[in-house]
């Protein structure tokens, strides 16, 4: 079975730009969460999705948004990009939500902001 | 104070050593903890998860749990080299029925041939 892809796996983009990461879960796998991972924050729940809904979501600005269609496929974007969103963004997949043990990440898409 | 606190390492242990990794949390509401490891580069794997007061073996991880002290340890014996990464310890927020965890800033582990 084919593990959580996401892409693009590098990205660069200037301060003030906007940017839409991809996720796709694990087949059959219908939960998707988002995280954001920095050196000086760790590893942060940015929002979670089952059936095209918003299920939890963390501390975040409105500036960071998701949505999730219906095949589970899930994208986040990130408006008007400041230096500090450069970090490592993960999506995790699990069958449905609370089944944590279930829960696999993928390879994350770096994003450097200039 | 962060929710879930870790010490960031690194923490040092010859190989065949047994390494300690601990981790507090602040939420008494948590029902489930995780552990995970996470090479450099890559994304975090899951290798342990725990609910119950105790202690829970798989091969040669155990991790022990004591709600009362809110806290959460893994041990990892017959350390090897491979070993050397990352361990997130994470927790799941009271009340909380999705897939969101809460996670520490991570321990560095070194095993040392």
């Known amino acids: 079975k084919a593990g959580v892809t996401q892409t693009p796996r590098y990205l660069i983009k200037t301060r003030g730009q906007q940017v839409t990461l991809s996720c796709s879960p694990i087949s059959g796998h219908r939960s998707v969460s988002w995280y954001q991972q920095t050196p000086g924050q760790g590893l942060q729940f940015l929002f979670e999705?089952?059936?095209?809904?918003?299920?939890n979501k963390g501390n975040f600005p409105g500036r960071f948004s998701g949505r999730q269609f219906s095949n589970s496929r899930s994208e986040m974007n990130v408006s008007t990009l400041e230096l500090g969103d450069s970090a490592l963004y993960l999506c995790?997949?699990?069958?449905?939500?609370?089944?944590?043990?279930?829960?696999?990440f993928g390879p994350g898409t770096r994003l450097t902001v200039t | 104070q962060k929710e879930v606190e870790q010490n960031s390492g690194p923490l040092s242990v010859p190989e065949g050593a047994i390494a300690s990794l601990n981790c507090t949390y602040s939420d008494r509401g948590s029902q489930s903890f995780f552990w995970y490891r996470q090479y450099s580069g890559k994304s975090p794997e899951l290798i342990m998860f725990i609910y119950s007061n105790g202690d829970k073996e798989d091969g040669r991880f155990t991790a022990q749990l004591n709600k009362a002290s809110q806290y959460v340890s893994l041990l990892i014996r017959d350390s090897q080299p491979s070993d050397s990464a990352t361990y997130l310890c994470?927790?799941?927020?009271?009340?909380?029925?999705?897939?969101?965890?809460?996670f520490g800033g991570g321990t560095r582990l070194m095993v040392k041939p």
């Open positions: 999705y089952f059936s095209e809904t918003q299920r």
């Open positions: 994470a927790v799941t927020p009271h009340n909380n029925a999705g897939n969101m965890l809460t």
């Open positions: 995790a997949s699990s069958p449905e939500p609370g089944h944590h043990h279930e829960q696999y």
